[in-house]
């Protein structure tokens, strides 16, 4: 009989549907000792946040399918150790969107005519109705950061509210973003124009402070900042002392940079409203979090694949021996493409060629997919939802297959669109090595690819790469490597530094500013 561990509370929905199936057993509160010596007996286990999934534990856990996390982040689950041992991780992405979408609304509104500072005025027995003039959000602007599940939700409700939408997601399409009435604009832009804004982004080394001194010296000082995603998104200390000097008129937190919290300095300040992680915090979503659980666990051990598995599902032998190496190829691809690309993502061909192409590439489309959206996207990009993810998005995705290839034994290639522009990248494996070996006209071969970089399109010139050796001297960044492509003597060129550190951006400007160099992208791999 399949055997099923609840060691967190999940709702009855989901019980129900794993009951129907297999025999489940509720052991909630467990030490790690305890779940440890308990879990080798059962197929599958269903978590929440509570209770930690380590190495240790998947490894006792000799019969288990399957790990379930009923909600949407699986940082309690090492994922590395499940996938190492052939076990499926499977969350819950997308349940509680609407609750999330409507707790935004619900502080916006509370934002808008100070429902809970005048709440509690008047439980201390205070009549201070003039204190507390507020503002419709009706011919308002909206200023939504990130359109993925939550964001394009919020846009919705907004609509509705009669609210003009902006909103910044370079990994969505303006088309896409306008099915929903928003108005794709940039990040500046955004901030001066908007009389709220709410951020709906993972926390990642890009977004972390992505709201600092510097952003909220743009805004308008009637603007009003949400944040119901992730801790950290803001800087707390700058955005308080924005407002108490007047510079913001007041913001919202649902979420913080620990949890949980009872005291910080968004707590001091009566202009803030604080909420303490509600956003899933409904009947709804609760129960929506377990029945999806429970139908992906249900799939696994019925040897289906599941709609949001965190890692690959099963691939056959054959073809995993073959195309394995070249998964960090095509996510390196993916990786710098979508640094390279400037504007809004509009469509993304994939082409294989020699060997490779005569084989299932779906894990080579999840792997240049994984890469593509590292940096933007809660939901690790796999077999089962990288077409999801990318439709979600409104990302065209079209694939090419050649057997033959001229330069190399196998050759992948990635080519990302704005619309009006396109950036190329073509990687390969050298020794089980992955290779740099094009960027746009460019052949070059960059080995190992990885570490911090500077691509630089210039004029070919003789003193020019002195001039910006200089720049990087000066600031005591050493240059480990360096790669020029050109297409004629004289001519446009490329020119790629492998750094030891990352350039700051007062530097990027003073080699922007050398005669004849016309880009400068630092790119991360």
Known sequence: MTKILIADPVGEEGLALLRACAEVDIKTGLKPEELISIIGNYDALVVRSQTKVTAKVIEAGKKLQVVGRAGVGVDNIDVEAATRLGIVVVNAPSSNTISAAEHTV????????HVPQA??????????RNDFMGI???NKTLGIIGLGNVGSEVAKRATGLEMKLLGFDPFVSPDFARNFGVEVVPMERLLKEADFITL???LTNST??????KELALVKPTARI???ARGGLVDEAALVKAIEEGRVAGAAFDVFTTEPITDSILFKNDRIIVTPHLGASTIEAQALVSEDVAEQIICVLNGQPAQYAVNAPF???????VLQPFFTAASTAGKLVAQLVEGQMASLRIKYEGEISEYDSKVLKAAVLSGLLAEISEERVNLVNANLLAAKRGLTVLEQKELACSNYVNLITVELSNGSDKVVCATT?????????????YWIDIFPAEGNFMFSDHLDRPGLLGQVGRVTGDANIDITSMHVGRLQPRGKALMILALDEVISEKDRQKILAIPDIYSAKLVKL
């Open 429 to 441: 494996v050298v020794q089980d090595q992955t290779h740099i070996v094009r960027v746009n006209d």
């Open 315 to 321: 691939v056959s032998a054959e073809t995993l021996s």
């Open 136 to 138: 419709e959000v009706r």
């Open 106 to 113: 619900a502080l916006m509104l509370s934002l808008a005519r």
């Open 200 to 202: 709906h982004v993972p």
């Open 226 to 228: 949400i944040n119901t």
């Open 208 to 213: 972390k402070g992505m709201i600092g001194a």
């Open 119 to 128: 709440n509690a005025s008047l439980r201390s027995g205070e009549w201070r």
